[in-house]
C-alpha cells in the first residue's frame, strides 16, 4: 500500500517534508555575500571562467604541478580513472571523491585551497580516483553507457571492487605496503563498506580521515532522500519518478524539489538547477558568487540512480545495510529478508572523523553512532563553524584553516 501511495501522490509526500525543510534549512533572505576573502587573490576573472571548463589533468597543469592518468580495469569490466600528482618515493596518499563528483573535487580551489595541492606541497605523492560511472570513468569492458544495466551499482561496488582495485593499483605502482585514504561523502561510505566486505584492505591503510562520514542515515535532513525513502525496495517505481537509471535535474520530481528548498530569488540561479545541492544543501550567506562558474563546471560528474537510493534506503534506520532489493530479492541474493548490515568493526586501521554542524547527509547522531562502533576510531572532529554544510568540505573559503589545516597535521604524524 505504501508504495502505491507514492505512486498516485508524490506531490503530497513533497508536501509532507516540506515542514522539515523549513525547519532545517538556513536559508536567509539576506543574500548579501562577503566577496573579499583569500580565494580572490589567487583567482583572477580570467582563472574562474578557464578553470570551470578544465578537466582535472588540465587545471593540475595550469597551475605548473606535474600530473599522470592511470587506469584499473576492474574484476567486473569497470574501466576506472586515476590521477596522480606524483611524487616518487614519497608516501602515497589516496583520495576518494564524494557522491556526483570527481578527481576535480580536489583541485578546483586552486593551489592555496585544493586538498590535493597542499598535500603535494607538503611532500605526498597523491593519488585521486574516479569511481565507477563518473565522467573519467564511464568506460565498460562490455557494456555502453546507455545500456541500463551499466549503472546497476550503488556505493556497494564501488566499496567492494572500485576501492580495492584502486588500492592494489598504487600499491604496485609505489612499492609501499601502506596508503593514507581520506575520502569525502560517498569516498567514506565505500572505505567502511570495503573495510566490512574485505577487511585485508584495512590492513594496507595507515590511517583513514572521513571528510563528511556518510554511513548512518537516520537523522537525515535531505529531502530528497527523505522522500526516497519511500521507495525502499521498490528501485523499479523511483526509477520511473527520477527519470531513469542516471540521476536528471531535469525530472518533474526534481524540479519540484529545487521550488520547495531554494528561495524565489534564486530558483533561475545555476545553483539551484544543480541536483547535488538540491540533494545536500547549500549555505547561501557563505556562497561567494564570484566562484560559481568553477563550482557548477565541476558537479554533477555522474552517478547512478541506485547509488543515491541506497542511502535513502538508510533513513530511519538503526542500521548501515547492504541494498534492500526487496523481500524476495533479498531472500534469493541474502538469504533474509531483509540486507544485512555492515560489520564496521572490521574497519581496523586509525579513523579520524571530520563532521560539519549543518551537514544535511551527515548528522552529529549518525556520526557519533558511526563513531561507536569503530574499534580504532582516533578522533571526531566537529568544524568549528557551526553553519558548515556537506558541500563546505571542498568549496568553503575557509576550508583550509577549518579543516585541511587538521587533516594535514593527522597526514603528518601517521
Given at each position: 500500500?505504501?508504495?502505491?501511495?507514492?505512486?498516485?501522490?508524490?506531490?503530497?509526500?513533497?508536501?509532507q517534508?516540506?515542514?522539515?525543510?523549513?525547519?532545517?534549512?538556513?536559508?536567509?533572505?539576506?543574500?548579501?555575500?562577503?566577496?573579499?576573502?583569500?580565494?580572490?587573490?589567487f583567482?583572477?576573472?580570467?582563472?574562474?571562467?578557464?578553470?570551470?571548463k578544465?578537466?582535472?589533468?588540465?587545471?593540475?597543469?595550469?597551475?605548473?604541478?606535474?600530473?599522470?592518468?592511470?587506469f584499473?580495469?576492474?574484476?567486473?569490466?569497470?574501466?576506472?580513472?586515476?590521477?596522480?600528482?606524483?611524487?616518487?618515493?614519497?608516501?602515497?596518499?589516496?583520495?576518494?571523491?564524494?557522491?556526483?563528483?570527481?578527481?576535480?573535487?580536489?583541485?578546483?580551489?586552486?593551489?592555496?585551497n585544493?586538498?590535493?595541492?597542499?598535500?603535494?606541497?607538503?611532500?605526498?605523492?597523491?593519488?585521486m580516483?574516479?569511481?565507477?560511472?563518473?565522467?573519467?570513468?564511464?568506460?565498460?569492458?562490455?557494456?555502453?553507457?546507455?545500456?541500463?544495466?551499466?549503472?546497476?551499482?550503488?556505493?556497494?561496488?564501488?566499496?567492494?571492487?572500485?576501492l580495492?582495485?584502486?588500492?592494489?593499483?598504487?600499491?604496485?605502482?609505489?612499492?609501499?605496503?601502506?596508503?593514507?585514504?581520506?575520502?569525502?561523502?560517498?569516498?567514506?561510505?565505500?572505505?567502511?563498506?570495503?573495510?566490512?566486505?574485505?577487511?585485508?584492505y584495512?590492513?594496507?591503510?595507515?590511517?583513514?580521515?572521513?571528510?563528511?562520514?556518510?554511513?548512518?542515515?537516520?537523522?537525515?535532513?535531505?529531502?530528497?532522500?527523505?522522500?526516497?525513502?519511500?521507495?525502499?525496495?521498490?528501485?523499479?517505481?523511483?526509477?520511473?519518478?527520477?527519470?531513469?537509471?542516471?540521476?536528471?535535474?531535469?525530472?518533474?520530481?526534481?524540479?519540484?524539489?529545487?521550488?520547495?528548498?531554494?528561495?524565489?530569488?534564486?530558483?533561475?540561479?545555476?545553483?539551484?538547477?544543480?541536483?547535488?545541492?538540491?540533494?545536500?544543501?547549500?549555505?547561501?550567506?557563505?556562497?561567494?558568487?564570484?566562484?560559481?562558474?568553477?563550482?557548477?563546471?565541476h558537479v554533477?560528474?555522474?552517478?547512478?540512480?541506485m547509488?543515491?537510493?541506497?542511502?535513502?534506503?538508510?533513513?530511519?534506520?538503526?542500521?548501515?545495510?547492504?541494498?534492500?532489493?526487496?523481500?524476495?530479492?533479498?531472500?534469493?541474493?541474502?538469504?533474509?529478508?531483509?540486507?544485512?548490515?555492515?560489520?564496521?568493526?572490521q574497519?581496523?586501521?586509525?579513523?579520524?572523523?571530520?563532521?560539519?554542524?549543518?551537514?544535511?547527509?551527515?548528522s552529529?547522531?549518525?556520526?557519533?553512532?558511526?563513531?561507536?562502533?569503530?574499534?580504532?576510531?582516533?578522533?571526531?572532529r566537529?568544524?568549528?563553524?557551526?553553519?558548515?554544510?556537506?558541500?563546505?568540505?571542498m568549496?568553503?573559503?575557509d576550508?583550509?584553516?577549518?579543516?585541511?589545516?587538521?587533516?594535514?597535521?593527522?597526514?603528518?604524524?601517521?
Amino acid at each position: 500500500m505504501r508504495i502505491a501511495y507514492c505512486n498516485v501522490l508524490p506531490a503530497l509526500l513533497i508536501l509532507q517534508v516540506t515542514f522539515i525543510l523549513v525547519k532545517c534549512t538556513d536559508i536567509s533572505a539576506n543574500l548579501n555575500i562577503n566577496l573579499d576573502f583569500s580565494l580572490q587573490k589567487f583567482f583572477t576573472q580570467a582563472d574562474i571562467e578557464i578553470d570551470a571548463k578544465l578537466k582535472t589533468v588540465e587545471l593540475i597543469k595550469k597551475y605548473k604541478y606535474p600530473v599522470e592518468t592511470h587506469f584499473v580495469i576492474t574484476k567486473d569490466g569497470y574501466k576506472l580513472c586515476m590521477h596522480r600528482m606524483p611524487r616518487p618515493g614519497a608516501q602515497p596518499v589516496l583520495l576518494v571523491h564524494g557522491l556526483m563528483s570527481s578527481s576535480a573535487s580536489w583541485v578546483i580551489m586552486g593551489p592555496t585551497n585544493g586538498l590535493a595541492y597542499i598535500l603535494f606541497q607538503k611532500g605526498y605523492d597523491v593519488w585521486m580516483l574516479n569511481t565507477r560511472g563518473n565522467i573519467y570513468s564511464k568506460e565498460h569492458t562490455k557494456k555502453g553507457i546507455s545500456d541500463q544495466d551499466f549503472y546497476d551499482f550503488s556505493f556497494h561496488e564501488i566499496g567492494t571492487i572500485d576501492l580495492p582495485s584502486a588500492i592494489d593499483l598504487v600499491l604496485e605502482k609505489t612499492k609501499f605496503q601502506q596508503i593514507q585514504y581520506i575520502g569525502h561523502s560517498q569516498g567514506s561510505t565505500a572505505f567502511f563498506v570495503m573495510c566490512s566486505e574485505l577487511p585485508e584492505y584495512s590492513v594496507k591503510v595507515k590511517i583513514m580521515q572521513a571528510l563528511s562520514p556518510t554511513t548512518f542515515m537516520e537523522k537525515t535532513r535531505s529531502a530528497v532522500l527523505k522522500f526516497m525513502s519511500f521507495f525502499k525496495g521498490a528501485l523499479s517505481t523511483l526509477l520511473a519518478k527520477l527519470g531513469g537509471h542516471v540521476i536528471s535535474a531535469t525530472s518533474e520530481l526534481i524540479q519540484k524539489f529545487q521550488h520547495l528548498i531554494c528561495p524565489a530569488s534564486e530558483l533561475t540561479s545555476k545553483i539551484c538547477g544543480t541536483f547535488d545541492f538540491v540533494l545536500c544543501g547549500f549555505n547561501w550567506n557563505t556562497f561567494n558568487r564570484t566562484l560559481t562558474p568553477i563550482v557548477i563546471g565541476h558537479v554533477s560528474q555522474g552517478a547512478s540512480t541506485m547509488q543515491i537510493h541506497h542511502y535513502a534506503q538508510l533513513h530511519k534506520e538503526l542500521h548501515f545495510r547492504r541494498f534492500d532489493h526487496g523481500p524476495t530479492k533479498n531472500l534469493i541474493r541474502y538469504k533474509s529478508l531483509k540486507p544485512p548490515s555492515y560489520n564496521l568493526s572490521q574497519t581496523q586501521c586509525k579513523v579520524v572523523l571530520h563532521h560539519g554542524g549543518n551537514d544535511w547527509l551527515a548528522s552529529g547522531s549518525d556520526v557519533i553512532n558511526l563513531q561507536k562502533r569503530l574499534p580504532n576510531c582516533i578522533e571526531s572532529r566537529k568544524v568549528e563553524l557551526e553553519s558548515f554544510t556537506h558541500y563546505d568540505f571542498m568549496i568553503s573559503k575557509d576550508v583550509t584553516s577549518l579543516v585541511y589545516n587538521r587533516v594535514i597535521d593527522l597526514v603528518v604524524t601517521n
